[in-house]
């Protein structure tokens, strides 16, 4: 069972553009969100963590929008460059508990 | 900036072999963990440790894997008679307190031939 589904596998965008890669998830008890960037031979890092009791959180040019009922998270590139180019993980879990990843979403961002 | 240390970055063996792979932890956390990423799939859970046992596993962590924390900075993965599918970059993290922010290592790619 896939726990956290991730959309869409990869995506193209110009530079300045603004990529969308969404999220969704089953479990209710969820209470932990996290964006990772993983550039090509390196671990995932975390870019940018939500939690259910907001719907919004913007850091920099980055930007989670969370529906807790529609029980969907989404991660917005403001200004994307050609540097944000890699790819993204959203993840899941329940404080203390493993996480859960999505498939990823590899990005390109044109110059 | 504290990071978390992987070695080897790179082993090739052979099917049937043990393998060890080593991470030193960020000096302050408490939890540890492993996962193990496929070429080109999504990051796996493998287990969680936290005061010197495990904390929980995955179905992915049978019998021929094993963890261990022998001193007071390695982590160590060991799989016992490695499979050609046990290929993967596999990661090790740490976490401060067990809840949020997880930091990765850059992984320890392993070729089984």
């Known amino acids: 069972q896939q726990q956290v589904k991730q959309s869409p596998q990869s995506l193209i965008v110009q530079k300045g553009g603004i990529p969308i890669i969404n999220c969704a998830y089953e479990n209710t008890a969820f209470d932990y969100f996290p964006w990772y960037q993983q550039f090509p031979g390196k671990g995932p890092a975390l870019l940018i963590a939500i939690r259910p009791d907001v719907s919004e959180k913007k850091e920099g040019r980055f930007t989670i929008s969370f529906n807790k009922s529609a029980k969907q998270f989404s991660l917005h590139i403001m200004d994307s460059q050609p540097g944000d180019s890699a790819t993204y993980f959203c993840?899941?879990?329940?404080?203390?508990?493993?996480?859960?990843f999505g498939t990823g979403t590899s990005l390109t961002v044109i110059p | 900036e504290p990071e978390v240390t992987q070695t080897p970055s790179h082993q090739v063996t052979q099917m049937g072999q043990e393998v060890i792979l080593r991470c030193v932890p960020i000096s302050n956390h408490l939890y540890f963990y492993w996962y193990r990423q496929i070429l080109g799939q999504k990051v796996e859970f493998l287990v969680s440790?936290?005061?010197?046992?495990?904390?929980?596993k995955s179905e992915i962590f049978d019998d021929q894997f094993s963890v261990e924390r022998p001193d007071g900075s390695n982590f160590t993965l060991k799989i016992r008679s490695t499979k050609l599918e046990d290929s993967a970059m596999y990661f090790c993290?740490?976490?401060?307190?067990?809840?949020?922010?997880?930091?990765f290592g850059e992984g320890s790619r392993l070729t089984v031939l």
């Open positions: 440790f936290y005061n010197n046992e495990i904390s929980e």
């Open positions: 993290a740490s976490s401060e307190r067990g809840v949020g922010e997880l930091f």
């Open positions: 993840a899941a879990s329940i404080e203390g508990n493993q996480f859960y």
